[in-house]
């Protein structure tokens, strides 16, 4: 006979009545260590290459190298032993087991003495049908310049399945039980991480892994965070990238189905620094506005103005190598933007990408030195009317947030908002670009442009959210422009 969770739940309680007593006599229970997956690899075969949407300049350019394994061993899934509530100080216990295979891929430095010792986890993401890391299209250039090592995990079933259908000779072993079980390939990817570098890093010994994921990826961390976290202790931070209200379900079909509440925030008892960076639009049209919470100790919240779910530098940015020319290509498409295909107008420009550098140093430092990041304003919500909206300045851009050069030395309306067109169009926000007369109005000569530019980037790199060496190819950027005048 098939038990619900709730039945489940009720059980539980019996139990936890019992507990205070086995507490006394056995002492508080320690959070367990994830299990070891075998690891297999690097893999080779098929048609030859790694199959994932991410950068695509030759990472031996930059330093470093790129490598795939197979993990494989029994998952767990996971129900609840209380109500699942808002507050996210879930409480859950081990239901089913089942085997899997799947991959993970390694990008490291080539040079073993560039390691800074950290290594960033990243949730693949599959909103598309297919497994990408946008997290390491975002913030690659910090990741590698500060000699990070990178690991994508094909966590869902959805990514895996697709993987394997690109490549049937290659992936031939891959084989995911489900989206249930995703929880614990993600933590046993961890603990791989920690008790297989010889393998999977060459050799490489890590001091400090961090969890990453954006979207539904950052949905699935959250229900990670407050249900599998407390359990294991896998990763010593998270990086929570574009989260909406509530969070991914505990279990799933085939499995019993067990949805979160409709509003979800983080448990505020954690033990790991969560830094969570938001666009305008997660705000709003992702509703994640009701899950906005205080900063703790623990906790951090940036919300980015002028900036979407999805923007203009996934299009850039997979080139990017670092030299610095991508600083203009960034500058020019906040004057000509792109349109994607099925979407009705010009996507967003703005200049998350840079935000997101920083938040890479800003977890990695805050784990390994304590030195929290830095504290950010939200952005201004008028919750006056029968819906919320944005509060705006004079050239349309949001006030408040986490501030760019693209914002503050404005050449375009910005905003995570108003896109409209086929399926994922309204992730992608919009871009208005000014007309020359207002630009020359503003900008009454290119060096005026350059100065008020140069100025507003050095006070983001000041107040903690633009890293030193994004400042300075933004001012090269400004320099190199053909704005003002």
């Not at 299209?137 to 399945?161: D, K």
């Not at 448990?267 to 009701?290: C, F, I, K, M, W």
């Not at 169009?425 to 060096?447: I, R, W």
Request: net charge negative; glycine share 10%.
């Amino acid at each position: 006979m098939r038990h619900t969770w709730a039945s489940r739940i009720r059980r539980s309680l019996l139990v936890a009545a019992l507990l205070p007593l086995s507490l006394l006599l056995t002492g508080a229970p320690s959070a367990a260590v994830a299990p070891t997956p075998s690891v297999t690899g690097p893999v080779t075969g098929g048609n030859g290459a790694v199959v994932l949407q991410g950068t695509a300049f030759d990472l031996a350019s930059v330093g470093y190298t790129q490598s795939e394994f197979f993990l494989s061993g029994n998952a767990t899934s996971y129900v609840p032993t209380v109500p699942l509530d808002s507050d996210g100080r879930w409480q859950v216990t081990l239901a089913s087991t089942a085997p899997y295979t799947t991959r993970i891929v390694v990008n490291r430095p080539a040079d073993p003495a560039r390691f800074n010792g950290t290594v960033v986890v990243e949730w693949l993401n599959v909103t598309g049908g297919r497994d990408v890391a946008p997290e390491w299209i975002y913030s690659h250039n910090e990741l590698i310049r500060e000699g990070y090592a990178w690991v994508g995990v094909s966590a869902q079933a959805v990514g895996a399945n697709a993987t394997k259908a690109a490549d049937p000779v290659r992936y031939a072993d891959l084989s995911h039980p489900g989206d249930s079980y995703s929880y614990d390939i993600y933590s046993q990817a961890g603990q791989a991480v920690r008790d297989s570098a010889a393998t999977v890093l060459d050799g490489l010994s890590p001091r400090t892994v961090l969890a990453d994921g954006e979207s539904q990826s950052a949905f699935r961390l959250t229900t990670y965070i407050n249900a599998i976290h407390p359990l294991v202790s896998v990763y010593d931070g998270f990086l929570v990238h574009s989260r909406r209200d509530t969070a991914a379900p505990l279990s799933q079909a085939p499995q019993e189905d067990i949805p979160t509440p409709a509003v979800v925030r983080f448990r505020t008892d954690l033990d790991a620094p969560v830094l969570t960076v938001q666009a305008e639009n997660d705000l709003l049209s992702l509703g994640s506005l009701a899950a906005r919470q205080d900063d703790t100790p623990r906790l951090r919240l940036w919300e980015v103005a002028g900036t979407s779910h999805g923007d203009a530098y996934l299009l850039i940015g997979p080139g990017d190598d670092g030299s610095g020319t991508a600083g203009l290509q960034g500058l020019n498409a906040l004057l000509d933007p792109p349109t994607l295909t099925g979407c009705d107008t010009p996507m967003n420009a703005g200049q998350a990408h840079y935000v997101l550098d920083t938040a890479q140093y800003a977890l990695n430092r805050w784990v390994t030195t304590g030195i929290p990041p830095a504290r950010a304003p939200r952005l201004q919500v008028d919750s006056s009317g029968s819906a919320p909206a944005f509060v705006l300045d004079a050239h349309g851009n949001v006030q408040g947030g986490v501030r760019t050069p693209s914002v503050d030395v404005p050449v375009a309306t910005l905003s995570g908002l108003g896109q409209s067109g086929e399926s994922y169009c309204f992730l992608f926000g919009t871009t208005t670009p000014f007309a020359a007369e207002k630009l020359t109005a503003l900008y009454p000569s290119h060096a005026a442009f350059v100065a008020k530019w140069s100025a507003s980037t050095a006070k983001g790199a000041a107040q903690g959210f633009i890293r030193p060496a994004d400042a300075a190819e933004l001012m090269q950027a400004a320099a190199n422009s053909a704005i003002g005048g």
